[in-house]
T-cell receptor, first 112, second 114 residues
Framework: KQEVTQIPAALSVPEGENLVLNCSFT??????LQWFRQDPGKGLTSLLLIQSSQREQTSGRLNASLDKSSGRSTLYIAASQPGDSATYLCAVRNNQGGKLIFGQGTELSVKP | GAGVSQSPSNKVTEKGKDVELRCDPI?????LYWYRQSLGQGLEFLIYFQGNSAPDKSGLPSDRFSAERTGGSVSTLTIQRTQQEDSAVYLC????????????FGEGSRLTVL
């Protein structure tokens, strides 16, 4: 059974700092991995999707990497801003048509 | 539409009443998912529809929960005889058949059972 874990559960950093959020999964046979952002009281916004054949994806100040063999993904946020404050969720899909399995999320607070 | 639309955004009901939550997926998306997010908890998978295939109902927590998808588009999640533990945000997502397989979520329906 696939399980997804995110560490840390919460993180507080000063503005401008670079940071890394971690995601691990127990079954390395994944189809893809997706990172989301969730603001309080809102739905999920897709940030980056990495296919199983890819090693990383980049969008602006965000870079997500994937190491299938070790069952890990990281989300790197460069030059953090207060507007980056949100909960970040990692989710994996085991096959093309299957459901996404989510981690518990990392609650990020960027202090001005 | 431009995005996944859910209604109502907020629903307060009394214990024992039935509720219906609606999801309008992105036009042309063939896959539709329902998830539940309880306070302080992660996202719990409920049900998944893909085209005309039989839905994956493996996440429905009890037989009080059911969902249907009419005409391959709009979906309704029905909770019968609501209980206080059903209070949560119910999130819907859709995915296209082609493309990257990226899921797009709606804003959710917040259900409060008194």
């Amino acid at each position: 059974k696939q399980e997804v874990t995110q560490i840390p559960a919460a993180l507080s950093v000063p503005e401008g700092e670079n940071l890394v959020l971690n995601c691990s999964f127990t079954d390395s046979a994944i189809y893809n991995l997706q990172w989301f952002r969730q603001d309080p009281g809102k739905g999920l916004t897709s940030l980056l999707l990495i296919q199983s054949s890819q090693r990383e994806q980049t969008s602006g100040r965000l870079n997500a990497s994937l190491d299938k063999s070790s069952g890990r993904s990281t989300l790197y946020i460069a030059a953090s801003q207060p507007g980056d404050s949100a909960t970040y969720l990692c989710a994996v899909r085991n096959n093309q048509g299957g459901k996404l399995i989510f981690g518990q999320g990392t609650e990020l607070s960027v202090k001005p | 539409g431009a995005g996944v639309s859910q209604s109502p955004s907020n629903k307060v009901t009394e214990k024992g009443k039935d509720v219906e939550l609606r999801c309008d997926p992105i036009s042309g998306h063939t896959a539709l998912y329902w998830y539940r997010q309880s306070l302080g908890q992660g996202l719990e998978f409920l049900i998944y529809f893909q085209g005309n295939s039989a839905p994956d109902k493996s996440g429905l927590p009890s037989d009080r929960f059911s969902a249907e998808r009419t005409g391959g588009s709009v979906s309704t999640l029905t909770i019968q005889r609501t209980q206080q533990e059903d209070s949560a945000v119910y999130l819907c997502a859709s995915k296209g058949l082609a493309g990257t397989g990226e899921l797009f979520f709606g804003e959710g329906s917040r259900l409060t059972v008194l």
